[in-house]
């Protein structure tokens, strides 16, 4: 009898242990499996929608536009609407400026007026002092509210003095590059200097240079 004990002890020792090795429930000692991310962070960005026409932000919000850097660089800014003209003739100061209320007619010839004498006049000045060959001056008198209160529209003029002319030959509208092309066809030179240093026959100015002069250019084959 104590045999059977023992091994009905030990059968039952054996299941016991048996029933014990694997564990029906998880083993908390093991380390944790690695849990999923959460769904959301895996979850695209939502498409950028166009705002509706009735969205209000639609109504206030501008379109940003990228901006190279330098842009400045590659611009040209206009030149300012404002100018203090000293009239060297008789003396008293013509002050342009935008008025606040201009009409588009009055704001047009403020800005053709500040134009010349913001790019032209000292280009203008420097480019007739540097003729010899013939007896020339600028007349900017139509910038000058007391010589010509009458003026709208005021214009650098060139005078030409030609000896044995009649009278003086008056140009309106003249640029520093038509006084460069006249110094350059009195000093003789056979090309016209344009932008970029870029030379072009004297023979393609001749109808400019018969304006200026008030003649026909005297042009030989060599400026052709
Ligand atoms: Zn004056």
Known sequence: MPYLIIAGLALFLLVTYAGCGKPKTPNTASPPEPKPAPAVERVAAPAKVAPKPSDPEALTETPKKKVPR???????????????????????????????????????????????????????RRALAAIRDLPVELDESQFCRKCSPAVEKPELVLVVRRPGAA??????????????????????????????????????????????????????????
């Open 167 to 224: 009278g003086p030959h008056r140009v309106a509208g003249v640029t520093v590059e038509d006084l460069r092309l006249l110094n350059e066809y009195l000093s003789g030179k056979p090309t016209h200097t344009v932008e970029h240093d870029y030379e072009t026959p004297m023979a393609r100015q001749a109808q400019r240079l018969e304006e200026l002069l008030g003649l026909k250019p005297s042009l030989s084959e060599e400026t052709k």
């Open 70 to 124: 330098n842009a400045c660089c590659y611009k040209m800014s206009a030149p300012p609407t404002t100018f203090d003209y000293l009239c060297p003739r008789c003396g008293e100061r013509t002050l342009y400026a935008l008025p606040p209320n201009a009409s588009e007619k009055e704001r047009a010839a403020v800005v053709d007026a500040t134009f010349v004498l913001n790019v032209q006049l000292e280009g203008c």
